[in-house]
Each structure stands twice: as structure tokens, then as C-alpha cells.
């Protein structure tokens, strides 16, 4: 039996893959890869990368809340694009969801086959 806990929303389609959208172990939550996809229907949302990453960062604010945290909370991000040069319109879309002090953060270029952006984060909320 592993010594965290599997948080799996129940209103939600399941993953598509072998994983865990969120797990917290101690006073850390891990939010697995997160993609601009409806939750409710697993639609793509968008077909620029503003909007992805607007989605993108909905569904990992959703995600956090299911396992008892805020963005307020997160101390590391790391963002996958199918672009760099969309890093800028990224960015943008970022700072409405984040504020100083910013939390940790990378930002690589990735094939991601039909969506423009990834993104992944790990949240810390006390022992």
C-alpha cells in the first residue's frame, strides 16, 4: 500500500493513461500533467495557446481544490509547449493565475502531438 493518497474526481472521466491526476503524500500535492482538455468531456478547448493555457491552468486549479489546495499554494510549475514562441502568449495567460512571489518555474519546448501546451505542478500545504 503506497504512503500517499490517490485523489481521483468522481466527476470526471477517468485518465486516459495509467496515473494518478493528483496525489498528495504528507503536505505536498502532486498534480500530474494537465492539458486543455473539458474535464466533463474530454473536448480540446482552443486552437491558440492563450486559451489552451487558460483551460490548462482551470484544470489544474480544479485539481488543486480536490485535494484541498489553492494556486496560492503552489511552489513548482513546469510548463511543456508545442511551441517556444508561444511563450510569451503563455505568459501572459500565466500571470492571470499566478502572482508574486511566483512559484518555481520551467518552461520547455515538447511534442505534444494535438494540443499547444502541458502543464504540470507540485503544491505544498503543510505536514
Known amino acids: 500500500m503506497p504512503k500517499w ?14 496515473y494518478t491526476p493528483v496525489v498528495r503524500a504528507g503536505g505536498f500535492i502532486y498534480v500530474s500533467g494537465q492539458t486543455p482538455r ?4 474530454g473536448e480540446l ?17 480544479s485539481l ?10 503552489v511552489v513548482s510549475v513546469t510548463v511543456y509547449l ?7 502568449a503563455m505568459n501572459a495567460v500565466y500571470t492571470e493565475f499566478f502572482r508574486p512571489p ?6 520547455v519546448g515538447a511534442e505534444l502531438r494535438d494540443i499547444l501546451v502541458e502543464i504540470t505542478v ?6
Open 5 to 18: 493518497n490517490a485523489v481521483v474526481p468522481s466527476d470526471v472521466p477517468p485518465p486516459k493513461g495509467p
Open 38 to 41: 473539458d474535464p466533463a468531456t
Open 45 to 61: 478547448v482552443g486552437n491558440d495557446v492563450a486559451t489552451q493555457t487558460r483551460q490548462t491552468l482551470s484544470n489544474v486549479r
Open 64 to 73: 488543486l481544490a480536490l485535494a484541498g489546495a489553492g494556486l496560492e499554494d
Open 82 to 88: 508545442a511551441d517556444a514562441g508561444d511563450w510569451a
Open 102 to 107: 511566483f512559484p518555481s518555474r520551467t518552461a
Open 122 to 127: 507540485v503544491a505544498y500545504v503543510g505536514a
